[in-house]
């Protein structure tokens, strides 16, 4: 019983800062891009490949999120 429980929390500690990773990878894309587009004057064009750009990073977390859990699952 130890043991599962054991896994529980390593599964658990090793996966709770994904949330966390998503947001910030979104939030430093589509602030980034903002700021950009402030100083060169070309909004909204830099906020939205900023933004596409923190979305393409989070769904690379969870890409390899899933492919550890996968390798870890066998």
Do not use: H, N, Q
């Amino acid at each position: 019983m130890s043991d599962d429980r054991d896994r529980m929390w390593r599964l658990a500690g090793r996966y709770s800062a994904l949330g966390i990773e998503m947001a910030a990878a979104v939030a430093m894309g589509s602030l980034g891009g903002r700021y950009l587009d402030s100083r060169f004057d070309t909004a909204p064009w830099l906020f939205w490949f900023g933004l596409v750009v923190g979305s393409g990073a989070a769904t690379r977390a969870v890409l390899r999120a899933v492919r550890d859990y996968r390798r870890g699952a066998k």
